[in-house]
């Protein structure tokens, strides 16, 4: 009988050392976790950038308008349908294509004369007819303005010159900003003492195109004769860069 006791007490002891030591496995990972002990991080340096590329432009589009008055909405509709025919013939014996060639606007409006305690009298009707001609070559550009000018158009609202290779210019330009963001962080963790480690996160911004060249021109008579000069010049394609570089501080 004594001897069953003490077998049952040390079966005993032994399975409370047991849970005791599964106890202490489970709790010793999560008591470290808990301690608020964080590992150190790489310090991090953020820099922005910006990359630039020239490009020659080889096409361009204008937007040219053919505005008319009358003192009925339909003689004025009337008179801005033949001159836009004449424009778009002209255009168009210029070898380019109806798909170059976009109606982008359309309009009918009054004129109002506006006396003090009376009703708005209306005095006329403006019809104004907006294209947008897309020209394949640059050489075209100042025979195009010319022609329509000639057959009736009396605005033009807008120039750009577009290059068919800026695309290659963008992803030039993305190369570019990156080269001088690792420059400027390694300036900058050199000065603090540092070492660049390596880059951490890097995000292309906006693509920022050739802004529109504005060309407003009077409604007088612009003599047929005169050759329109154009000169395109260069583009500027820019991009902006946000990178993020470790390092290692000074002093370790």
Do not use: C
Not at 136 to 146: C, R, T
Not at 161 to 169: R, V
Request: no cysteine; proline share 6%.
């Amino acid at each position: 009988m004594v001897s069953f006791q003490a077998d049952f007490t040390f079966s005993q002891l032994a399975m409370k050392l047991a849970l005791f030591l599964l106890a202490v496995l489970i709790v010793a990972p999560l008591s470290a976790q808990n301690t608020g002990i964080i590992a150190p991080q790489t310090p991090q340096v953020t820099v922005p950038a910006r990359g630039e590329v020239k490009v020659t432009p080889d096409r361009a589009t204008i937007q040219i308008g053919v505005q008319t008055r009358a003192t009925t909405a339909s003689a004025a509709t009337v008179e801005n349908a033949k001159k836009q025919r004449s424009v778009i013939e002209a255009l168009r014996a210029l070898g380019l294509m109806a798909s170059q060639i976009t109606t982008t606007n359309y309009n009918v409006y009054p004129e109002q004369r506006y006396e003090q305690n009376r009703e708005p009298v209306i005095t006329g009707y403006n019809v104004t007819n907006t294209l947008l001609i897309d020209v394949p070559k640059l050489s075209l550009v100042g025979p195009v303005i010319d022609a329509v000018i000639a057959k009736g158009a009396n605005m033009v609202t807008s120039l750009q010159f577009i290059a068919s290779n800026s695309e290659i210019a963008r992803r030039e330009a993305i190369a570019i900003a990156v080269k001088k963001a690792r420059a400027d962080a390694e300036a900058a963790v050199h000065a603090a003492g540092g070492t660049l480690v390596g880059l951490v996160e890097i995000n292309v911004g906006a693509y920022y195109p050739p802004p529109n060249r504005p060309m407003e021109m009077m409604r007088t008579a612009i003599s047929a004769q005169a050759d329109t000069p154009i000169n395109p010049g260069e583009l500027t394609v820019t991009v902006d860069v946000s990178t993020r570089w470790s390092f290692i501080p000074g002093g370790r």
